[in-house]
């Protein structure tokens, strides 16, 4: 069966603009939403994990591979969704995690991180060889070091697919996505003014000098199985502020694209672009559009007003305290936001709470957040909202609870606050 992805492909090469989110999330709720709209829609969809989500030692999730792969095809199957309808992807696989070690030791993880990738099922991986490591000279790093270190890693993946097609035979060839034009995962570090977008003839080198990897290497055809070129075309966020999509900006980067036709862009940190930005980027080219911490930021936000709710619904002794309880575990273990944020206390206060690089992400998955969320939802089916209620916390919610489209229930709504996020991918993708 062909890889949805390469269908992707055909129908752009017949003259269609379409493209396909990647949501990049191991948030549970974000998942089912994700698996949702899939079985609505009848579409695939694509999910996606980071090397340091989801790696060989567990990453930040606790999950390996597998237990991924695992986990995301049981909620598919308990929600209505078959598998071959879910696409699971792994991004920025390489030495991310492992820059302070020498090459040597950096590249031998790297190397034991995609074969668990692509042994568990994964179908889409990002090549990410793009930083340098603690032995390579000064200055930038070569991109024929960035790409003989893809190709290596393009090999453990083959090998690691032979072995799978062994136990199952129609497991589903991997295609793959080199480069990286973006900052670490996740969103920008600190505000900027203006935004660089990659140049024209930086694509082409990256792309030129994987092939001679590729070839160098034995592996030729290695190329086929690419699909997509991570770039910048000029779209980012931080704590306060988004890039928007500038098509003129990005027009020369796109032109370039048109000297490749078998691949297209992925572009990263597509957060919070507007459904028209979206729209013009897969029309541009950009075809793979890589979404994470706004659907996460689309559920804080719901919790947010449903908390809200329940303050002035439920009596003060039985209330969940969701606000209060995330921030307590976030000055509890400051160590995945204190890097990322700046400012006083207020301003810290406000980023933790709010931030477009919403680094709550890494928190609302804990289990005293959870317990929380839960308690949330429970008081607020025993003390139901009031539809004027809902119309002054969650507008966007009140008109599809009024027209019959969600139930008035505290996780629809919860649920409803990523997908509204996801809406604007699905419009933008249907070319």
Not at 65 to 91: C, H, R, W
Not at 123 to 131: A, E, G, N, Q, V
Not at 157 to 167: I, N, P, Q, T, V
Not at 354 to 359: M, T
Request: include cysteine; charged fraction near 30%; hydrophobic fraction near 35%.
């Amino acid at each position: 069966m062909k890889h949805p992805l390469q269908v992707m492909m055909d129908r752009r090469k017949n003259g269609e603009k379409c493209g396909m989110p990647s949501y990049c999330t191991a948030n549970e709720l974000a998942l089912e939403a994700a698996l949702l709209r899939a079985k609505k829609r009848g579409q695939p969809v694509l999910i996606e994990a980071t090397a340091n989500q989801v790696n060989q030692y567990g990453g930040y999730t606790g999950m390996k591979p597998a237990d991924f792969y695992t986990m995301v095809l049981k909620m598919a199957s308990d929600i209505g969704v078959p598998e071959n309808q879910v696409i699971l992807a792994g991004d920025h696989l390489g030495p991310l995690t492992w820059q302070e070690e020498p090459e040597a030791t950096a590249m031998e993880k790297s190397r034991e991180l995609v074969y668990q990738y692509v042994r568990a099922g994964f179908t889409k991986i990002h090549l990410d060889t793009s930083m340098k490591l603690a032995d390579d000279p000064e200055g930038p790093l070569a991109t024929e070091t960035v790409a003989r270190r893809g190709v290596q890693l393009y090999k453990t993946c083959m090998s690691a697919y032979k072995e799978l097609k062994k136990e199952k035979p129609d497991a589903m060839r991997p295609v793959f996505v080199i480069g990286s034009e973006v900052p670490i995962p996740g969103g920008a570090q600190e505000e900027e003014d203006t935004l660089a977008v990659t140049k024209p003839e930086a694509f082409a080198d990256t792309v030129d000098t994987y092939k001679m990897c590729f070839r160098e290497a034995g592996v030729e055809d290695g190329w086929k199985d690419v699909i997509a070129v991570v770039v910048q075309p000029g779209v980012e966020f931080g704590d306060s502020q988004v890039f928007l999509y500038d098509r003129d900006a990005a027009k020369e980067l796109c032109t370039k694209l048109e000297d490749y036709p078998e691949i297209v862009f992925e572009g990263h940190s597509t957060d919070y672009q507007s459904a028209e930005c979206l729209k013009e980027m897969v029309e541009d080219g950009i075809a793979i559009l890589k979404v994470g911490p706004a659907l996460t930021y689309g559920l804080r936000e719901a919790l947010f007003s449903l908390s809200m709710m329940e303050q002035e619904l439920v009596p003060e002794e039985e209330q969940a305290h969701f606000i209060d309880t995330l921030e307590k575990v976030m000055l509890e273990n400051p160590g995945n936001w204190r890097k990322h944020y700046h400012g006083d206390e207020k301003q810290l206060k406000l980023a933790r709470r709010y931030s477009f690089s919403d680094r709550a992400r890494y928190y609302i998955g804990q289990t005293e957040v959870v317990a929380a969320m839960e308690h949330l939802f429970s008081n607020l089916r025993k003390y139901e909202i009031p539809m004027n209620m809902l119309h002054q916390y969650m507008p966007l919610q009140y008109k599809k609870v009024r027209n019959g489209e969600i139930e008035l229930d505290p996780k629809t709504l919860a649920i409803d606050g990523i997908i509204a996020f996801m809406l604007d991918y699905e419009y933008a993708a249907e070319g």
